[in-house]
C-alpha cells in the first residue's frame, strides 16, 4: 500500500472531496462567510493548503468588493498548476513560507496534513503576523472522542462517505493509505480557539488575536 498523494490528483480533487466530505459545500461557504467578517477594505488574506482554489472561489465576491489581496499556498506542483480562483497561487511550503502581516489565513482541511512539530510552529508564526481585527480560520479533522462514542463519530464520518458514492473498498483504502501522513489535530494544538463547525471527526475554529486595547498599558 503506497502513502496517500495529492501529486497527479487535481483532476479529481474537487469531485473526490465533496464525495469524501458530504457536508465540504456547506463548511467551504461557512468558512467564506466567517472570513468576510474579517477582511477588511484592502485586506490581505491568506488560503492555506489552496488545491484547486475552492475556497478561493467562494471568496471571490468580498475580495472584488473590497478589493482585497488573496495569496494562495501549496506545495504540490500540480494543484498550483491547477489553480482556478483570485489572487495569486504560489508553490510553496506553509510551514517555512514568510508571511506578511495579515487580515486572515484559511487552512481548510491543511493542518492534518503537516508534520506535529511543523504545524504547531506554523500556528505560532500564523498568530504573530495575524493583524488586530483579523482571524485564523482553521477547519480540519480532529482527534476522535474518547471510548465508545469515538467509535460512534467515526462510523458516522464513514457512513456519509458510503452515502455520497464511496465504495467500501474506497474508503478503506483511502484510511490505509492516510496512515502517518493524515493526522487529525489535537485541540489543545490550536487553543485558544472557538469551534464554529462540527461534523462527527471534522471541526472548524475560529482563532483571533490577543487584543490589548490599550497597548501603552
Ligand atoms: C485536503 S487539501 C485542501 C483542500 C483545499 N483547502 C480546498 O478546500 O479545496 C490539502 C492541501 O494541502 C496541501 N498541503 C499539504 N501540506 C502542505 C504544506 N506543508 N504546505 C502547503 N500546502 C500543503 C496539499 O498539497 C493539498 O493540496
Redo the contacts with the bound molecule.
Sequence with gaps: MTDWT?RGFEGA??AH?REQLPW?ELA?DAAALIARHYIPKGGLVY?????????GRALAGVLEERQAQLIA????PD?VRAYQAPGTAIC????T?DYQPFDVA?L???LM??PVS?RLKLLAHLRASLKPGGCIVVFDKSVTAPGYEGTVLARLTWHNKLQSGATPHDVAEKEMKLIGVQRPIDRREIDPAIEVFRFADFGGWIITPEINPCPSA
Excluded: K, P
Design positions: 495529492f480533487f474537487d472531496v465540504y467551504s488560503d492555506i493548503g489552496c488545491s484547486t482554489g475552492n475556497v499556498l501549496d506545495e504540490c494543484m510553496a511550503d506553509a510551514a513560507f484559511i481548510f482541511l491543511t496534513f503537516l511543523q
